[in-house]
C-alpha cells in the first residue's frame, strides 16, 4: 500500500470517520487494552490515507461512493428469531452468534453449549484473560504492523462487538459456529466494524461459517467494514466460509489475514452475491512447511455491483501446496475483478500453487478485469495460472434447447453448472446446498 | 551438479563476446538536455519547421512528466543531463559504393557478422545499418525502389518524403504516450523509414542492426513501417552494443501502420551489453513499440528474442483497430546473472471479430528477475474478439524470479480471452532421459530450452532463428544447477 501520496483525495472523507470516532468511541472515560489498541488504530487511520484507482490494488475498484456518505453508528433494532430462519441453511447444526447492525445479540446466540476446548469471548474479555491475554494482544499488534491498511485500522478503530475464537489442543469442534451479521439499514447511512481472531491450537479442527445479509423489509445505505483473522497452529484445520449476500445499497470490505504452521490447513470458501461494492482482501502467509491452503469462491453481479475479490498466497517455506479456484458470473451493468497473487520465495521449493480463475460476461455493459498474477523466487516448483473470461458455449444452449428447454432455462442451467463446479468443494453439505439455493434464487430474480 | 557448477563459473567470467569499441570521428553534441538541444539537433538534420516544432512540443510535455516507477525492475535513476544525445559518425563525402564507407567501420560490422559485401549476394537482406544514430549505408534501397518501396534512414526520408512523415509521425505513438517515448520524441536522432506501397509484397527481409558505440551517448532511434493496402512486409531488427561500464539508456520509439489487408511482421533478436557478472553496466532498454492495425483484415506480428541489456521494459503492442484484424506478439525473453526484464505486450481490441496471440517464455538464470507484464483489453464495441495467451516462466537456479502481471479486462459479453502461465524448472526425468542417451548435461539443457522455445523460433525468419538459437545457448551456458 502506497502511503507517499502527495495529497490526500478523500482527506474530507477520513475527517468524517475520525469524528465519528471521536463522537463515540473516545467518550468513554476508562481505558480498557482494548480502548488503547482502538486509540492507536485510529491514530494511525488518521495518518493514512484512503486509496484512489490510482494505487495497483485499487485500480479497478472506486471507494469513492463508500466514503462519501455521512455515517452513523449501527443502532440495536429487534429481531425476533424466526426471522433468522431465511438466513440459516437448512439441516445445518450450528452454534450461532447473531449481529443485527453489527451490535450482539445475546438472546438469538446460543455460543453457550461449546464444547470442551472451544471458546468463544468477546474480544475485550479476551485481552483480559490470563489464558488468552497474550495471544490476543499479539494478533492486534499484528494487525496493527503487519499492514497499512486503513479499513484494517477504521476496522479495530470501531470493533466494539468483536470476537475471539480459541481451540486447545487437540480439540475437535464437530459443530461449526455460524456467525450471522444481520444488517437493517434505515434513513441514515450505518457503519459496522466487526473483528474475528481465530486462534487454533495445535491438532485442533474448527469450522466457522461467516453469513452477511440484510433484513427483509429494510432498505438503505451501509457499510460492513469487516476483518479476520486466522492463526492456525501446526496441524491444526480450520474451515472458513463466507455467505454474503446483503442488500442492493450495502457496501463490504472484508480482510481475511490467515497465518498457518506447518501441516495445517486453512480453508476459505467465499459466495458473494449480493452489495453495490463488495471488495473481498484474502491474504494467508504460510509459516510451517507442509501444509495447504485452498480457497475457493463463487461471485454472481448484476444491476450495477461491483464485486472484487483479491487473494493473496504468500508461499515462504518449502514443501506447501496451494489451490485456488474462483469462478464467477457478472451480467447486466456489473463489473467483476480477480485479483490472485501468488508469491513463492526464495526458500519455498517443492512448492505446489495452482490457481484458476474463470468468469462469464454476459451483458454488453458488464464488465471483467481479471489479474492473475505469480511472483516466483525459488526454481523447484510447479505453479500455473489460468484465466478465462467468455461466454456460455452456444453449442450447449442449443443442445438443452433441442431437448424442449426454454432459452432462459437453457442459459440458467448452463450458468448453475458453471459456478455450481466449486460448490463441489464445500465440505459442509448444509452449507454448499444452501448455496446453490442462494445462486438459484438470484437467477430468479 | 558439480561440472555445472564449475560451467556456470566459466561462462559468468567470460566476457561478452560483442564487447569492442570501434574508433571512428564522431561529430557530437555536448552532454545535457534543453531546449538547446532539441533545437541543435534539429538543426543539425537540416529538419523542416513543422519537426521542429513537433520535438520542442514533445520536450515541453516530457518536462511534465515523471519517470514511472511501476515496472518490476530496479536500477539507479538515469541522470538525462549527463548524456550526449546526438553522436553522428563524421560525414567525409557521400558514398555512392561500399569501397568508400571507412573500412574501420567495415570491420566493425564483420565483428558483428554482417558482412555488408556479402550480404547482397548471399543472404538476399537488405542492411540499412544504423551506428550510433547515423544510417551510413543503406543497401539494396534501388531494387526496392523498383518497386516503390522505401527503405530508408529517418532523417533522409524527412528530406526526401516529408508528407509521409508528417501523416504518420506520432500516429500510433504520441509523442506525449509515456516518459521515455516523450523524451524520444524530442531529441531523436534518427532511425529507419519503410514505406511499402499498395499490393506491393516486399520480395526480401528488410534489416537494420543497431548498434550504440560512442561512449555515454544515449541511443534515439525512431522507425516508422507503413504498409499501404494489400502490402506485406517482414522486418528484422538486431542489436548489439560494445562493452561499456557505465549504463547507457536507449529509448527507441517504433511505429507500424497497417492498412487493409496488409501484413507487418516485426523481428528483434535483442543481445545488448547485459553487463557483467556483478549487474555493473549494460544498457537500459526502455523501448516503446507499437503497431497500429488500421485497415481491415490487417495483421501485425511482433516476434523478439530478448537476451541482452541489463535493464529491459518494453511491450510491443498491437492496436486492433480495423475489423477482422490480427496481433500477434511471440517473445523470448532470456535473463542471466543480474539482468532484469520486465516486458510483454498489450493488445487493444477496438475492431470487430478481432484475434489476438500472445505466446512469451521467460527464462531466468543467475539472480535475474524477468516479469511478463501484459494487457489484453477488449473494448466496448469489439464484438467477438479473441484472445488467446500463454505466458510461461522457466526458472534455473534458485537465486532468480520469474513474475507474471496479466491485466485482462473485457468490456465487451462476446469476448473470448484465455489466458494460462505456468512456472516450473527444467524436469529432472527429461534431463535424465536426455542424458542417459549420450548427451551432456549441457547439451540436454539446450535442447531442452530450444524445445521451450520452440514456438518461438518458428515465427522467426530463417537466418534469424539460427541466431537466436545460438544466442541462447550463449546466454544460458552453463547456468544449469
Redesign the interface.
Known amino acids: 500500500m502506497s502511503t507517499t501520496v502527495v495529497e490526500d483525495r478523500f482527506a474530507v472523507e477520513k475527517q468524517r470517520f475520525l469524528d465519528l470516532f471521536e463522537k463515540h468511541g473516545a467518550a468513554t472515560g476508562a481505558v480498557h487494552p482494548l480502548q488503547e489498541y482502538q486509540q492507536r488504530a485510529i491514530r494511525q487511520a488518521g495518518a493514512l490515507s484512503f486509496p484512489t484507482r490510482r494505487d ?1 490494488e485499487w485500480k479497478y475498484t472506486s471507494i469513492n461512493r463508500i466514503v462519501q456518505q455521512e455515517y452513523q453508528l449501527g443502532e440495536q433494532v429487534a429481531v425476533s428469531a424466526d426471522a433468522l430462519s431465511p438466513f440459516i441453511p437448512e439441516g445445518l447444526d450450528a452454534h450461532l452468534i447473531v449481529f443485527v447492525n453489527g451490535v450482539y445479540q445475546p438472546q438469538l446466540s446460543d455460543e453457550k453449549t461449546l464444547p470442551k476446548g472451544m471458546s468463544v469471548l468477546k474480544l475485550e474479555d479476551a485481552l483480559d484473560s490470563d489464558q488468552f491475554g497474550t495471544v490476543a494482544r499479539g494478533e492486534l499488534e499484528k494487525m496493527l504492523t503487519e499492514r497499512e491498511d486503513i479499513f484494517l485500522s477504521l476496522n479495530l478503530a470501531f470493533s466494539q462487538h468483536s470476537l475471539f475464537f480459541h481451540t486447545a489442543k487437540n480439540t475437535q469442534a464437530e459443530r461449526p459456529v455460524y456467525i450471522l451479521h444481520l444488517a437493517a439499514p434505515g434513513g441514515t447511512p450505518i457503519y459496522n466494524s466487526h473483528l474475528n481472531i481465530f486462534v487454533a491450537e495445535e491438532s485442533s479442527e474448527f469450522t466457522v461459517i461467516e453469513g452477511q445479509f440484510q433484513l427483509p423489509g429494510t432498505s438503505g445505505v451501509y457499510f460492513n467494514n469487516l476483518a479476520n483473522r486466522a492463526l492456525v497452529s501446526p496441524n491444526a484445520h480450520v474451515h472458513h466460509y463466507c455467505l454474503q449476500n446483503e442488500g442492493e445499497q450495502g457496501f463490504v470490505i472484508n480482510n481475511t489475514d490467515a497465518a498457518h504452521d506447518r501441516d495445517s490447513t486453512f480453508n476459505n470458501y467465499t459466495i458473494d452475491l449480493g452489495g453495490r461494492i463488495v471488495r473481498n482482501n484474502l491474504n494467508t502467509v504460510h509459516l510451517g512447511s507442509n501444509l495447504t491452503t485452498n480457497y475457493y469462491g463463487i461471485y454472481f453481479g448484476n444491476g450495477e455491483q461491483h464485486i472484487d475479490n483479491h487473494t493473496f498466497l504468500d508461499h515462504a517455506v518449502p514443501h506447501c501446496q496451494s489451490n485456488e479456484l474462483y469462478k464467477g458470473i457478472v451480467t447486466d451493468k456489473a463489473r467483476g475483478v480477480f485479483n490472485g497473487k501468488v508469491l ?1 520465495r ?1 526458500d519455498a ?1 517443492k512448492t505446489n500453487a495452482f490457481q484458476q480463475s474463470s468468469s462469464l ?4 455493459k ?26 456460455l458455449d452456444e453449442d450447449s444452449v442449443f443442445y438443452l434447447r433441442s431437448r424442449g428447454m426454454s432459452d432462459a432455462a437453457a442459459r440458467a442451467m448452463l450458468q448453475f453448472a458453471f459456478i455450481g463446479e466449486v460448490l463441489g468443494h464445500f465440505p459442509n453439505q448444509a452449507v454448499s446446498t444452501f448455496g446453490a439455493k442462494m445462486i438459484a434464487e438470484k437467477f430468479g430474480a | 551438479m558439480s561440472d555445472s557448477m564449475q560451467t556456470l563459473e566459466q561462462h559468468t567470467r567470460s566476457d561478452y563476446k560483442y564487447g569492442f569499441s570501434s574508433n571512428i570521428e564522431t561529430d557530437k553534441l555536448p552532454k545535457g538536455l534543453n531546449e538547446g538541444t532539441v533545437r541543435a539537433i534539429s538543426k543539425k538534420k537540416n529538419e523542416p519547421e513543422w519537426l521542429t516544432e513537433w520535438r520542442l512540443k514533445a520536450y515541453e510535455q516530457f518536462l511534465e512528466m515523471t519517470e514511472p516507477t ?1 515496472p518490476n525492475v530496479d536500477y539507479p535513476p538515469v541522470d538525462l543531463q549527463d548524456m550526449v544525445y546526438y553522436a553522428a559518425p563524421k560525414k567525409k563525402k557521400k558514398l555512392n559504393s561500399l569501397d568508400e564507407v571507412d573500412p574501420e567501420l567495415l570491420e566493425t560490422f564483420n565483428k558483428l557478422g554482417i558482412p555488408l559485401e556479402e550480404q547482397k549476394m548471399l543472404a538476399g537482406v537488405a542492411v540499412d545499418a544504423v551506428i550510433d544514430s547515423v544510417s551510413v549505408k543503406t543497401t539494396y534501397k534501388e531494387k526496392l525502389a523498383e518497386l516503390g518501396i522505401i527503405f530508408c534512414s529517418f532523417s533522409e526520408a524527412v528530406q526526401e518524403h516529408p508528407e509521409l512523415i508528417k501523416r504518420y509521425i506520432g500516429s500510433v505513438v504520441p509523442a506525449n504516450d509515456n516518459y521515455y517515448a516523450a523524451l524520444n520524441s524530442a531529441v531523436f536522432s534518427d532511425g529507419s523509414f519503410v514505406y511499402i506501397p499498395k499490393g506491393v509484397k516486399c520480395p526480401m527481409e528488410l534489416s537494420t542492426y543497431f548498434r550504440i558505440n560512442e561512449r555515454d551517448t544515449g541511443q534515439f532511434e525512431r522507425t516508422l513501417i507503413v504498409a499501404e493496402e494489400g502490402s506485406s512486409v517482414s522486418y528484422l531488427e538486431g542489436c548489439t552494443a560494445p562493452m561499456r561500464d557505465e549504463n547507457q539508456l536507449h529509448a527507441a520509439v517504433v511505429e507500424l501502420v497497417a492498412m487493409d489487408n496488409a501484413t507487418i511482421k516485426y523481428s528483434t533478436v535483442q543481445n545488448w551489453y547485459p553487463g557483467d557478472k556483478d549487474g555493473k553496466g549494460g544498457i537500459y532498454n526502455f523501448v516503446t513499440k507499437r503497431g497500429l492495425c488500421k485497415g481491415v483484415r490487417s495483421k501485425i506480428t511482433w516476434t523478439q528474442v530478448e537476451t541482452g541489456s541489463a535493464v529491459t521494459w518494453k511491450y510491443p503492442s498491437c492496436v486492433l483497430l480495423g475489423d477482422y484484424s490480427v496481433g500477434e506478439f511471440y517473445s523470448v525473453a532470456v535473463t542471466n546473472n543480474k539482468q532484469q526484464a520486465d516486458t510483454g505486450t498489450k493488445m487493444t481490441h477496438i475492431g470487430k471479430n478481432t484475434r489476438s496471440t500472445i505466446i512469451s517464455k521467460g527464462i531466468s538464470a543467475g539472480y535475474s528477475h524477468n516479469s511478463y507484464r501484459g494487457l489484453v483489453k477488449i473494448g ?1 464495441k469489439a464484438e467477438n474478439a479473441h484472445n488467446f495467451s500463454v505466458c510461461d ?1 522457466l ?31 527444467i524436469g529432472e526425468d527429461q534431463l535424465f532421459y536426455l542424458m542417459q542417451r549420450g548427451l551432456s548435461e549441457e547439451d540436454a539443457v539446450n535442447t531442452i530450452v530450444n524445445g521451450y522455445c520452440k514456438e518461438v523460433f518458428n515465427e522467426l525468419p530463417m537466418e534469424f532463428a539460427v541466431e537466436a538459437q545460438k544466442l541462447l545457448a550463449i546466454s544460458l551456458e552453463g547456468s544449469v544447477g
Open positions: 495497483e513463492v526464495q521449493q460476461v454476459l451483458s454488453n458488464a464488465q471483467m478485469d481479471s489479474k492473475p498474477q505469480l511472483e516466483i523466487f525459488a526454481d523447484d516448483v510447479r505453479c500455473s495460472h489460468g484465466a478465462t473470461i467468455g461466454q | 511501476w466496448k516462466s526458472l534455473m537456479g534458485d537465486k532468480c524470479g520469474a513474475h507474471t502481471f496479466p491485466y485482462l479486462e473485457v468490456e465487451n459479453n462476446s469476448a473470448k480471452v484465455e489466458h494460462e502461465a505456468t512456472t516450473s524448472k
